[in-house]
Every structure is written in C-alpha cells, then in structure tokens.
C-alpha cells in the first residue's frame, strides 16, 4: 500500500507541475514574443532616422556622416537579458513548484492514506476476533466427534458450548456492523429530532438499573442546568452514552458510586455530559489507545472481570464526533475513570 501511495504522490507532483509549467511557460513565451516585437519595433524606427538624416546630408558630404545614435546592439542586449531572466525564472518556478507539489500531494493524499490503514487494522483486528470463537467451536465439536463413547449428556453439553460460541459471534458480529456503520457517518441516513437530554439519560440508567444493583453499584444523576435540548439521532446518541455508563459499570468493583453530571458549557453552546466512576481506572500507557477499534487493557484487573470486544468507545468516539462533538478521559488507576461528553445544543 505504501509503494502505491508513493507513485501516487509522485504523479499527482508531476502533474500540479506540468500544469504550472504550462502556464509559466506560456506567460514567459508571451513576454519574450512582446519584447521581440518592442525591440524589432525600435531598431527599424532607429533605422528610419538614420536613413532620414543620411538623406538629408548632402550627397558630397555622406561618406562622411557617423551615425553615434544607433544602438542595436544595446537593443539585442535586452532581449538576452530579458531571455535570460525568463530562464532563470521558469527555473525557479520549477524548483519551487516541485517541492510545493510534492508537499500539496502528500497532504492531499494522508488522510486517505491514514483512513485506508485504519481500516487494514480494523478489518484485521475483526478477523482475529472472529477467528478466536471460531476455532474453539470447531476444536470443541472435532473432540465432540472423535469420542466414541459420546452420550446424548456429553453430546447436549457440547452443542451447549458451541450455542454459547455462536451467541458471542452473533453479538461481535452486531458490534461489527455498528462501527463499521459509525466509521462510515455520512454514508447512512441519520433521523434527526429535537430531544431532552436529561429525559434521554434517566431512560439509559434506568436500562442499566438491574445491572447496576447486582454490583451494589448506585447511579446518581445530578443535573446542573434545565431543558438542555439536542438536535441528533437520539438513538446514537443513547448508544454513545450507554457505552460509557456499561463501563463505569462494568469496570467498577462492587459497592460503589457512579456519578452522571449533565450541564452546559459556559457559552452556552454545548452540553457537557460526565461519567464518573470510582472503578478500576485506566494506566497513563493505556489510556491513549481505548478508543481505538478492539483495544482493551490486557491485564488481569480489568479483562478477566468484564467481557467485551474493544469497539463500545470506538463506536462512541465515532458517533460524538460526527455530531461535532469531543470525549475525553481522566483517569487514576484504583481510584476511578471520569469520561466527558461535549456535544453542541440548541441555545435556548
Ligand atoms: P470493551 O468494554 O468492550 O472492552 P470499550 O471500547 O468500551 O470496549 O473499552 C475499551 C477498554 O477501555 C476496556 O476494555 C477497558 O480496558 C477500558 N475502559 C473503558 N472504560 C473504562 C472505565 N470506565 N474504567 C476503566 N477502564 C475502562
């Protein structure tokens, strides 16, 4: 992919070139033929004076006349001078053209670039995750196979494993189709509508009520403005939240609190949505990679306590951004993570 993009680069220089040349060219042609024209002009009206005082000497004194006024070679020194100016000028236009053509081309072609190799990650990331349930299915249903003293006990308990096995793969490929969906923003029809914020997030812990109580877990809401109205697809948007509200929860030990904080931004223009949680918290190494496609910090405090597949921020990030909006993080390990949501509001 790499060699592709660098003749790419390469042509797309070559032609931001010969387009300038062209007209640099052109303009160049145009100046020496007008020059030309100038300086022809000149020396025949110097040589019509000449003739014109040559005739009026009398014929007995003409051998004698010194013509002082007669610069064709001042003239015809212009004109290379002009010519070489042009010269060195096309020169230069080259020189600088090539480089800024080469520098246009690479900025044109990077988010490309980038994008295509997200995408390779993405599409090999997806494939490893697929393959992962995959083999154990059939390593569980070759083993299943090969003994001969099966009973219909055993044989019920392994297709019990591989309907597990397909509900993962059915719900890694719902997640998949989510943020390849997401990833495209624009590609889809989006039903925008006027909706209440904090109607729309009462509704999400109320989703997330059961699951919440059986980890003791309380979710408090504390609302610091009024009538906070939005102008999206409510469902992303309840998609976005539920995902950070699933893991203040998910990643939280037992006996805690979770805190959603809902204001607006100083100018007004923007509603602020916080997720605190005073769970396992994220290391400084990890935290720059959680929204990216099945990333999850591999290590035994957080991944052996909740399951998922990497994509629930990623899907989020997607989302707040196609609205124009930002999520960041802070975090402290064993202390708690607090997520922020800016998303842009009507102003009422
Ligand atoms: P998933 O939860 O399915 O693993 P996410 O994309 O939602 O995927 O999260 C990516 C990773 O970020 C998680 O695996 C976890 O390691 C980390 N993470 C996300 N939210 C939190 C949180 N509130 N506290 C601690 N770690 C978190």
Redesign the pocket.
Known sequence: MKNIFSTTKIKLTALYLMIIMFVTLSFSLFIFAGVNEATEHAMEAQRRKMERQFLSVPPQFREHVVFNSYKEDAILQIREEVLYSLIVINLAVLVISATLGYYLAERTLKPIEDMLAKQKRFISAAAHEIKTPLTAMKTDIEVTLRDKKLNLISAKEALQRTVFEVDELSSLTTNLLAASKYNNGDVYRKEIKIFELSSLIDKVIKKFKIKASDKNIEIKIELKNEDIALKADQLEIEHAIS?VID??I??SNEKTMVLVTISKSENKKYAVIEVK?Q????SKE?IQH?FDPF???NNAR??SK?E???????ITKDIIESYSGKIKVE?KVEKG?T?TITLPCLEV
């Open positions: 995902n893991n203040a998910k990643y949680d769970g396992y918290g994220i990890n959680i990333y999850r910090e957080t991944r909740a998922g597949y990497g994509l629930g921020l990623a975090s993570s997520f």
